[in-house]
Structure formats: C-alpha cells, structure tokens
C-alpha cells in the first residue's frame, strides 16, 4: 500500500510544485513585480507637443449694463466659427529658465502585482491653446446691442485675442494596461506596450482680450475631458524608465471665465506626442 502512494505522493508534488512555478511565471513577468509584493508606485515626468481641431468659441455677457461713452449695452452673445489654435511648447526653455514653462506632463501612477499587469494613475498635462491672431473668421450673434453675420479680421488690439497660456491644463485619472514585448536575457533592460484610457477635468488659465480690454484670469475648473493614450515604455535596472506615448483628447470647455461677468465655451479634440522619464517603487 506503501509503495503504491508512494509514486502517487511524488507526482502530486511535482504537479505542485509545476503549478506553482508557473503561477510565479505568470506573475513576475514585468520588471517591478516579485512573488511576493503588492505591486510599484511611480513618478514620472516630462514634456508634450500638441495639435488641435478647430472649434467655435461662444462669448456671451448678459450684463444689463451701459457704457457710459458709448451709450451702447455692455452686454454680447457671438460666436467665431473655426478657430484654428496652435501650441507653445517652449522647449527652448527647459534648461535656460524654469523647467514648467514649457508645455509639461506629471504622472503619479500604481500598477498591480498580478500577471495581467494593470494599474491606475494620475495623468496630468500642462498645454497650451493659442488662438491663432489675424484669422478672416465668421462671426455671428450679437454685440453691444448690434447684431453681426459676416466675416471678421480677428484684430487683437481692437477685438479678440483668447488663449488658455497659462495651461489648457488636463487631469485624468487612467486605467492602465501593460504588456511585455521584449526582456534583455539578466532582466535588466524591458520593453513594453502601455494602453491608458480615462477622463477628467479641464483647469485652465486664460488670457482674454476683447474689445479692447485685457484680462489675465485665475485657475478653475471649467469642464471636463476624456483620453486614450498609447505607447512604449522602456524599463532599466527595475527603478527607472522612459515612455514615449501618442494621446488624444477630447476637451469640453463649458464655463471659461473673461471679461467682467462673461463667459466663453468651446470644445476641440487635441493630439499629443509625449515623452517622459520616472522612478518607480516596488513595495
């Protein structure tokens, strides 16, 4: 009786222990994961470039008040149609003055200890949206009690400058999936595809001008956004790494603060490109 358990015992074990050596496989297969942590924080940062779509931008005031030289109502709700908007990355300024002028990127992230390597983060990136001066754009609603169809040469001194230059400014909060493309032979050096997707909000700080009158407003949240970011992510010796992502965006602008007691709506889809570099903590 003996002997017969005896062959039995010994392939339970070895199944046992194949088991167990596979499971251990399958969870340690990423460069901050071991058989026996929760999983790795990281902090990472870096620097974006961008593009944006066009969108109309609706100014509206609905104030009661009345210009005392003019005698005209303060009060306006136009919209300029098509937009076009450039960035302003500011490369040029990373090492010579401050390294958040330019057109930055944080990430605070944590990924889990478990074999389909997912993870969550804080993604935040500080763009920049500068409406392009001297545009010809249509231009229709109401201003100062007069009412307006035509196309409009977008004057700066006289009429509108509007820029978020100070941040268009998007924080997400991300759900992250990674997956292992290439591993050096001593483990050192990993190569990975990462996938994010997540929504958030818009906080920007916008420069208006408009007719003639200049302000230089305050952080707030305005609205919300949504993302999906893809890329490359290069880990070495297990604490450092660089990833390299192309991201887009769409952003519902719904309560930009300007003049007085106006307001001013837009949405646009943005494109980045995004290189950063982090540290990353296994606990």
Known sequence: ?????????????????????????????CPTQSKVGKGSFYFSWGYNKDWYSKSDIHFTNNTSAINATTGKPESYDFMVHDV?????????????????????VYRLGYYFNDKKDLGVEINFDHTKYIMRNW??????????????????LINPDN???FEH???ANFLLFNFMKRQNLLVS??????????VKIGAGMVIPKTRVQLF???????????GYCAGVEAGFRYDAFKYVFMEYTAK????????????????ARHHFWAFENILSVGLQFPI
């Open 165 to 167: 230059s100070d941040g």
């Open 212 to 222: 003639g009158e200049t302000l230089d407003n305050r952080f707030h949240i305005a």
């Open 159 to 161: 009429f509108l400058a």
């Open 1 to 29: 009786m003996k002997k017969t358990l005896l062959p039995l015992v010994f392939l339970f074990s070895c199944s046992s222990l194949f088991s167990q050596e596979k499971q251990e496989k399958e969870i340690c297969d």
């Open 135 to 152: 545009q010809t754009l249509r231009v229709t609603g109401t201003i100062h009690g007069q009412a307006i169809d035509q196309d409009t």
């Open 84 to 104: 076009a908007a450039l960035d302003r990355p500011g490369f040029k300024d990373i090492l010579r003055t401050d390294l958040t002028i330019p057109q930055y």
């Open 185 to 194: 032979k001593n483990k050192k050096h990993w190569l990975s595809g990462v």
């Open 248 to 263: 887009g965006v769409f952003a519902d602008y719904r309560n930009v603060l300007v003049i007085g007691e106006g307001k």
